[in-house]
């Protein structure tokens, strides 16, 4: 792996999306007794549009960054888990981006998936890639006990107590005023449950003790937050060609932020001590835990 952040983030993302389509597994259905692939040709093309329509790949890295801290970068497995969690998060933008949702054209600079195909197909999108992370789960080989506590904690987060509790909440809270803890507890679910899932996905399938687990889940629980923060601080710091979706969304739409609450500087200053806060979570963990602890710089320095 490169040493400096930006080349492990490469080194994840070109890993991962290399194994994406072939992880998908789209094409002929075991189901029908009859016909061809071309039936379902549509929505896999809509799928695999979604799935590999670029991003950072912060979930996946986790996944093998959190794999390198219990010193076990090469368990067998791995790809499943980043697979998995990134089609969990692909579906959610699909379905985030959608008219009755946050309804935005843009993602990752290219038209979102009912623009580019239709809302019909992204609704039905958003369903394939959720069934499918977790059918891929289903093909993880090795301790059935770990498997079980790895799509439990996938589940746990992108279910009503995590990610989808989040967006009910978000959506909610536009044109009303809420308060700091409402606040965190909306991005806590809609954005850190995955990211901190991601954590305990590769913690228990790499046996990690419970108190190690408690640790990782600590430093998640603080780069999950920053990593929204950052996100309300970019919404009005940065551009749309850069951002790769509709810059000043979130403002345009009367949502609840960080700079609005805080002010700008009080953002910066709360996504440094989250930054701070992660970076001391880490502190039993040696050099083993260091593209965490570069996960966590890059978080709050990103500009997109």
């Given at each position: 792996?490169?040493?400096?952040?930006?080349?492990?983030?490469?080194?994840?993302?070109?890993?991962?999306?290399?194994?994406?389509?072939?992880?998908?597994?789209?094409?002929?259905?075991?189901?029908?007794t009859g016909g061809d692939a071309s039936a379902l040709a549509r929505l896999n093309e809509a799928c695999l549009y979604s799935l590999t329509n670029g991003g950072?790949?912060?979930?996946?890295?986790?996944?093998?960054?959190?794999?390198?801290?219990?010193?076990?970068?090469?368990?067998?497995?791995?790809?499943?888990?980043?697979?998995?969690?990134?089609?969990?998060?692909?579906?959610?933008?699909?379905?985030?981006?959608?008219?009755?949702?946050?309804?935005?054209?843009?993602?990752?600079?290219?038209?979102?998936?009912h623009i580019a195909f239709d809302e019909a197909t992204a609704i039905l999108v958003g369903d394939a890639l959720q069934c499918r992370a977790f059918e891929l789960?289903?093909?993880?080989?090795?301790?059935?006990?770990?498997?079980?506590?790895?799509?439990?904690?996938?589940?746990?987060?992108?279910?009503?107590?995590?990610?989808?509790?989040?967006?009910?909440?978000?959506?909610?809270?536009?044109?009303?005023?809420?308060?700091?803890?409402?606040?965190?507890?909306?991005?806590?679910?809609?954005?850190?449950?995955?990211?901190?899932?991601a954590i305990l996905m590769a913690a228990h399938w790499c046996g990690a003790s419970l108190a190690q687990r408690r640790t990782l889940d600590n430093y998640g629980?603080?780069?999950?937050?920053?990593?929204?923060?950052?996100?309300?601080?970019?919404?009005?710091?940065?551009?749309?060609?850069?951002?790769?979706?509709?810059?000043?969304?979130?403002?345009?739409?009367?949502?609840?932020?960080?700079?609005?609450?805080?002010?700008?500087?009080?953002?910066?200053?709360?996504?440094?001590?989250?930054?701070?806060?992660?970076?001391?979570?880490?502190?039993?963990?040696?050099?083993?835990?260091?593209?965490?602890?570069?996960?966590?710089?890059?978080?709050?320095?990103?500009?997109?």
């Open positions: 792996m490169s040493d400096s952040v930006d080349g492990y983030l490469q080194d994840c993302k070109t890993h991962i999306e290399q194994r994406l389509p072939d992880l998908f597994l789209s094409g002929e259905s075991e189901f029908a950072k790949r912060v979930r996946a890295t986790l996944v093998y960054a959190t794999a390198a801290a219990l010193r076990q970068p090469q368990r067998e497995g791995l790809d499943y888990l980043a697979g998995a969690v990134e089609m969990l998060h692909a579906y959610s933008l699909v379905h985030d981006d959608l008219p009755a949702m946050d309804d935005d054209d843009l993602r990752r600079g290219k038209p979102t998936c789960l289903t093909e993880l080989q090795g301790d059935p006990a770990r498997q079980v506590a790895v799509i439990s904690a996938l589940a746990a987060a992108a279910g009503p107590r995590g990610m989808v509790g989040g967006q009910a909440i978000d959506l909610a809270a536009v044109n009303t005023q809420v308060d700091l803890a409402t606040l965190k507890q909306m991005h806590q679910l809609k954005t850190g449950a995955l990211i901190r899932g629980l603080a780069i999950g937050l920053a990593f929204q923060v950052q996100d309300d601080i970019l919404d009005i710091e940065s551009h749309t060609d850069v951002l790769g979706k509709t810059q000043g969304a979130d403002l345009a739409r009367n949502k609840p932020t960080y700079p609005a609450l805080l002010s700008l500087e009080g953002a910066k200053a709360m996504a440094d001590n989250l930054h701070q806060y992660a970076i001391g979570a880490l502190a039993e963990f040696g050099r083993e835990a260091d593209p965490l602890r570069k996960l966590a710089d890059y978080i709050v320095a990103r500009t997109h």
